[in-house]
């Protein structure tokens, strides 16, 4: 797939998720959520964006087995495609922040946006590491629970089965397709190092270190949410 097609489906995904956003607008709210509608359409469009890269990131490796054993170079339009459309997804995401957010209040998910969407844009306009790209696409079948969980919050649903049922599913594929992947990652630029040149295994590496530490931030705050602060709230009910 040349440049110029490949960045055309980088623009027609920009301009998708914007439709899905104002689609949304039509869409019923939970009365609980109407305190911050822009937070519960960005969330439901990010929803929308992991289910499709999920089951797209997957089907990528099953219909062409063999980017799985050369990252670099081999890959299939449709894998190629699929990390377009994410590049669009993540510059629709920066636009929506800037445009209704507070600097202060989202400058952390912007910044994992502008190095995720850097590396990505290489492997887009290069043509190059596309299967290590849909690899860290693989993240995405965590981020379908992870929204989840925070579309089930605003609507006022964190003390309920699905809840906590997803917040058991959210953390094992946390720690498989977020800590376990990027590990793997990590060691597959480690030992393919005089195969990628300086700029791109630089950048690369350093996307990687910052997107670990958000990583294990994040896992913290979800472990001690989710988990560790209902376990004090169950022993002080034992206590009374």
């Known amino acids: 797939m040349d440049v110029i097609f490949a960045f055309i489906i980088t623009m027609l995904s920009f301009v998708f998720f914007g439709l899905v956003n104002r689609i ?38 099953y219909l062409h087995p063999q980017m799985a054993e050369d990252l670099i170079s081999t890959h299939s339009d449709f894998s190629h495609a699929l990390v377009a459309v994410s590049v669009g997804y993540f510059l629709h995401d920066i636009v ?88 793997w990652m990590t060691r597959w630029l480690v030992l393919n190092r005089d195969n990628v040149p300086l700029l791109s295994y630089t950048i690369g590496s350093l996307g990687m270190a910052i997107i670990t530490v958000m990583n294990i931030v994040l896992f913290g705050r979800l472990l001690r949410s989710d988990f560790l602060k209902s376990s004090r709230e169950v022993k002080r009910e034992k206590d009374k």
């Open 96 to 183: 929506d922040m800037i445009t209704h957010q507070k600097l202060q209040k989202s400058w952390e998910l912007l910044f994992h946006h502008i190095v995720v969407m850097t590396c990505f844009g290489i492997s887009v306009f290069l043509g190059r590491y596309v299967g290590f790209a849909v690899v860290a696409l693989l993240v995405e079948i965590n981020s379908i629970f992870l929204h989840l969980r925070q579309v089930l919050l605003l609507a006022n649903l964190s003390q309920t089965t699905l809840y906590r049922l997803n917040s058991m599913v959210n953390l094992g594929t946390y720690v498989v397709f977020r800590i376990l992947t990027l590990a």
């Open 24 to 61: 949304l607008d039509r869409l019923p709210i939970p009365g609980s959520a109407l305190r911050n509608t822009w937070k519960w359409k960005n969330i439901s469009t990010s929803f929308v964006h992991s289910c499709i890269t999920a089951i797209w990131a997957v089907s990528c490796f």
